[in-house]
């Protein structure tokens, strides 16, 4: 039985698939976008996917948590990293952002990580 997280993420892949067919200049752009800011530079992709976690949970973002959970453990991240970067979110955002947090766990245990 697919969980929560699972379900997102099919049900994200199949929105963006449709999207791009709808406004592809729009998905082109944003994924070209995204893909040069979050590369590696001076901060490393890690990093950066940190930063975008914290936002994430600042501004109350479900699949931007998800996502970015996700891109973390890709980058390298553990969970402890993830945790603590989740953390400064909250400390941003005081409790509405901690409300969001289990959000992060919900991912990592859909990943096998929690």
Request: glycine letters at 8%.
């Amino acid at each position: 039985m697919e969980n929560e997280v699972q379900q997102f993420n099919k049900d994200f892949t199949r929105s963006i698939q449709k999207l791009s067919k709808e406004s592809p200049s729009m998905v082109k752009g944003f994924n070209a976008f995204h893909d040069q800011i979050m590369k590696g530079g001076v901060l490393s992709g890690k990093e950066k996917e940190f930063i975008a976690l914290g936002i994430a949970i600042a501004v109350h973002c479900v699949p931007c948590i998800r996502l970015h959970t996700q891109a973390a453990i890709a980058a390298g991240a553990n969970k402890e990293e993830i945790i603590e970067a989740a953390s400064v979110g909250v400390l941003m955002a005081g409790g509405p952002a901690y409300t969001h947090v289990p959000e992060v766990l919900k991912t990592l245990e859909a990943m096998g990580i929690v």
